[in-house]
């Protein structure tokens, strides 16, 4: 059972322009929602996070965007650069103990110039 | 200020075989995680610690064993692999319960011939 469905599968962005990733949870105790960040042979890691008290988080050009009625909640990349191209999970958990990340599938982002 | 360490790096073994990974964190987390990475399926938990001498199952346990006899160490077992193990393997920990990102190791790639 896939409890955090995540969107597009890959996505190809020309320098400049917007990406745009999608993510979508069923479980509603979860209350921390992270943005993880990979580049090809590193670890995972943490890029912007949001709780669900606010509908929107910006951190540089990285932007969560947070629906708690929709159980939706995406992340926007803004001018996006070649230096971006990463894959990029999304997260989410309850914060109690025992608390666990359950991750999206990954998008895959390409930057093109 | 090494953060999370995990050894081997790459593996091969043959159907049948045993091994075991390693994972180090200095940072005093008290809560360790092993997830597994394949493509298309994201990164799917297989078991965890919340402190030293603890392990719960995560969502694919089956064919693994994992220890946490030290509060910086946390192994993972395999105890008779199969080509389906094959896989990219990532330690990771945080210090408390949700609210911290989770800081990942560079991850093993192993490969059950």
């Known amino acids: 059972q896939q409890q955090v469905k995540q969107s597009p599968q890959s996505l190809i962005v020309q320098k400049g322009g917007i990406s745009i990733i999608n993510c979508a949870y069923e479980?509603?105790?979860?209350?921390?929602f992270p943005w993880y960040q990979q580049f090809p042979g590193k670890g995972p890691a943490l890029l912007i996070a949001?709780?669900?008290?606010?509908s929107e988080k910006k951190e540089g050009r990285f932007t969560i965007s947070f629906n708690k009625s929709a159980k939706q909640f995406s992340l926007h990349i803004m001018d996006s650069q070649p230096g971006d191209s990463a894959t990029y999970f999304c997260?989410?958990?309850?914060?109690?103990?025992?608390?666990?990340?359950?991750f999206g599938t990954g998008t895959r982002l390409q930057v093109t110039l | 200020n090494a953060g999370v360490t995990q050894t081997p790096k790459f593996r091969v073994l043959k159907t049948g075989q045993s091994m075991t990974l390693l994972c180090a964190q200095d940072?005093?987390?008290?809560?360790m995680y092993w997830y597994r990475q394949d493509p298309g399926m994201g990164l799917r938990l297989i078991h965890y610690?919340?402190?030293?001498?603890?392990?719960a199952k995560g969502e694919v346990p089956d064919g693994y064993n994992v220890s946490r006899l030290k509060k910086q160490n946390f192994l993972l077992g395999l105890e008779s692999a199969a080509p389906s193990q094959t896989s990219v393997y990532f330690c990771?920990?945080?210090?408390?319960?949700?609210?911290?990102?989770?800081?990942f190791g560079s991850g093993t790639r192993l490969t059950v011939v």
């Open positions: 990771a920990s945080t210090f408390s319960a949700g609210i911290y990102g989770y800081t």
């Open positions: 479980n509603t105790a979860f209350d921390y």
């Open positions: 949001i709780r669900p008290d606010v």
């Open positions: 997260a989410a958990t309850t914060t109690g103990t025992a608390s666990k990340l359950t």
């Open positions: 940072m005093n987390h008290e809560y």
């Open positions: 610690s919340v402190g030293e001498g603890t392990t």
